[in-house]
């Protein structure tokens, strides 16, 4: 079964800087491409940032490109997101996610991941 536990999110001002980590557990971590999306009050969930298998590849969504960084530690399991400059607009449940087929590059579709974190809050205050 395959779990997948965020960590480090909280309150920060804007301007400051948060990172989260994905704990990853129950498959091959190293097999899969990794994602982060968010999902803020009353819209839909959206893409963030998301690595491919090998750590090789990385794509971010145009309003964190500059500020977000997406890493992975594949003997140690987990997934990162780096975040810089952070913005009201930030504000958001951010969640990791597994894509479904080994050997991704990291997609940027919801669709592609099969296995979802229960997600972290974070909170910018302007």
């Known amino acids: 079964q395959v779990q997948l536990v965020e960590s480090g999110g909280g309150l920060v001002q804007a301007g400051g800087s948060l990172r989260l980590s994905c704990a990853a557990s129950g498959r091959t971590f190293s097999n899969y491409a990794m994602g982060w999306f968010r999902q803020a009050p009353g819209k839909e969930r959206e893409f963030v940032a998301a690595?491919?298998?090998?750590?090789?590849?990385?794509n971010y969504a145009d309003s964190v490109k500059g500020r977000f960084t997406i890493s992975r530690d594949n003997a140690k399991n987990t997934v990162s997101l780096q975040m810089n400059s952070l913005k009201s607009e930030d504000t958001a449940v951010y969640y990791c996610?597994?894509?479904?087929?080994?050997?991704?590059?990291?997609?940027?579709?919801?669709?592609?991941?099969?296995?979802w974190g229960q997600g972290t809050q974070v909170t910018v205050s302007s």
């Open positions: 996610a597994s894509q479904g087929l080994a050997y991704g590059m990291g997609a940027r579709g919801e669709r592609s991941y099969n296995y």
């Open positions: 690595i491919s298998w090998s750590g090789g590849s990385t």
